[in-house]
């Protein structure tokens, strides 16, 4: 079973840009699609962004469309989450997940991360 490690949270003003990596090990890591998911403080989880394990298909939740930008280099197990343009609202804990099935079904995902903190402010 794969374990995912996320890193490259932080702080950053309204319109600026972060890079959030999962790095992942203990596992065939191309035989995994990986996803994003974020959770802010008395919200729900949501599913972010997803990438097949090819990295051929990609999913995004309408929110974050045109902003951000899911990819993965399989030969360094890692994913990554490109985030331009973010806004207070894209504060939370991202984490990712790794998943055997579907890229695009959140409820396939397991195999979570600790979480690394955005934060944007106005």
């Known amino acids: 079973q794969v374990q995912v490690v996320e890193s490259g949270g932080g702080l950053v003003q309204a319109g600026g840009s972060l890079r959030l990596s999962c790095a992942a090990s203990?596992?065939?890591?191309?035989?995994?699609?990986i996803g994003w998911f974020r959770q802010a403080p008395g919200k729900e989880r949501e599913f972010v962004a997803a990438?097949?394990?090819?990295?051929?298909?990609?999913y995004y939740v309408d929110s974050v469309k045109g902003r951000f930008t899911i990819s993965r280099v399989n030969a360094k197990n890692t994913v990554y989450l490109q985030m331009n343009s973010l806004k207070p609202e894209d504060t939370a804990v991202y984490y990712c997940?790794?998943?055997?099935?579907?890229?695009?079904?959140?409820?396939?995902?397991?195999?979570w991360g600790q979480g690394t903190q955005v934060t944007v402010s106005s």
């Open positions: 203990g596992g065939t890591f191309s035989n995994y699609a």
């Open positions: 997940a790794a998943s055997a099935t579907t890229y695009y079904l959140s409820s396939g995902y397991n195999s």
């Open positions: 990438i097949s394990w090819s990295g051929r298909y990609t």
